[in-house]
């Protein structure tokens, strides 16, 4: 049984209430070339994809994209600083609090309208406050519509990666879409969800049968893996990567712009926030080690927020209620580490 609540408007009426004013819409769209660029190769600045696991509240996000946009002041030679704004949280068992989408504050029960009116609200004053655009995972495909405008980076979870509505929607996005290694850790399958992002489809998106033209700018994210008996085994070493090199190469020129990012959270640090310093150092020292390393990957994701570590109800301001990250003077001092290693 399916209990009705709340009817929501479509994705053309939300927009319409709160459109993006053309000045924002010029900065998302110079923020878009920098990061297809960097996928493309045709830029070999280095993508940095750096936030809270969660965006559980705007106040502390905005905070967060603000100090971010002036440390982007420093290194944006270099870099390619997006904002990691997740807006939707899967969930291993299914239940918990699941996003701002569904829940926008996470002290009262679900209020999708509220949820979706919240979310653009708050990625318009990212842009405004910092100059940068977001990343958002897109959780549930249907949702997407709604903040497609906002967004410059989007991510297919490990949970996803492998369900063909993902797929389908990912080959009509016109950004960088990275998707990552399924729970299992499949390298056969992640290459599949690209090709799959790839190359043009048909289907039912949004009561319309709609057809792609394929996304050339999917990519592989590689995130860790966890094995049957539920212990994080990490995949962002060197041997890994070159096994993703392979494939692409192997694919003769079916895969466009070989492209990886390397996720330092999750099962590749077994979701020890501080790990995340160690992983990305090591990925930088292979980069400058070797030319193919160097030459795929792109680019790494850091869950970071303006209070290390995490906590279970939200009373500390910029603390993450879900998985823990590192803090700011962390946040601050990698990125600038980062930029003056590549």
């Known amino acids: 049984m399916f209990e009705k609540q709340i009817k929501i408007p479509s994705p053309e009426e939300i927009i319409n209430e ?15 070339k920098l990061a297809i ?24 996000v905005l905070e967060y994209v603000r100090r971010l946009g002036k440390l982007n002041e420093k290194v944006q030679d270099k870099l390619v600083l ?12 299914g ?12 002290k009262h029960k679900e209020d999708t309208l509220r ?30 519509a709604y903040v497609e405008d906002l967004l410059t980076y989007v991510t297919i979870g490990a949970r996803s990666s492998e369900n063909q509505l993902h797929r389908l ?19 056969p399958v992640l290459l599949n969800s690209v090709y799959a992002a790839q190359n043009a489809q048909v289907f039912k998106y949004h009561n319309w049968q709609v057809r792609t033209g394929g996304n050339p700018f999917a990519h592989a994210v590689l995130r860790g893996r966890v094995d049957n008996y539920g212990n994080d085994i990490p995949n962002y070493h060197y041997e ?5 090199f392979k494939g692409y190469q192997k694919s003769e020129g079916e895969l466009q712009n070989p492209a990886i990012i390397i996720d330092a959270s999750h099962s590749n640090s077994g979701k020890r926030h501080r790990q995340q310093l160690r992983i990305v150092e090591e990925v930088l020292q292979n980069r400058n080690r070797d030319a193919d390393f160097a030459k795929i990957v792109k680019g790494v994701m850091v869950e ?13 301001f910029g603390k993450s209620i879900t998985d823990p990250c590192i803090g700011w003077e962390d946040t601050e001092r990698l990125i600038l580490e980062i930029a003056e290693k590549v």
């Open 18 to 32: 709160r459109p993006i004013p053309e000045s924002l819409a010029k900065i998302k769209r110079e923020r878009d």
């Open 37 to 60: 660029d960097v996928i493309t190769g045709k830029s070999d600045k280095f993508l940095v994809i750096i936030g809270p696991c969660s965006a559980h509240e705007p106040a502390p």
């Open 82 to 93: 997006i904002p990691r704004i997740y807006t939707a949280k899967p969930r291993s068992r």
């Open 95 to 106: 239940v918990g609090y699941m996003g701002m989408f569904s829940q926008p504050d996470p």
């Open 115 to 144: 949820g979706i009116r919240t979310i653009r609200a708050m990625l318009l004053g990212a842009i405004e406050e910092s100059g940068l655009s977001a990343a958002d995972e897109m959780l549930y495909p249907e949702n997407y």
């Open 169 to 187: 929607v990912a080959s009509g996005i016109e950004l960088p879409v990275g998707i990552k290694n399924p729970m299992s850790g499949s390298l």
């Open 240 to 244: 890994t990567v070159m096994q993703i």
């Open 304 to 316: 970071s927020f303006l209070v290390e570590g995490s906590q279970e109800h939200d009373i500390v």
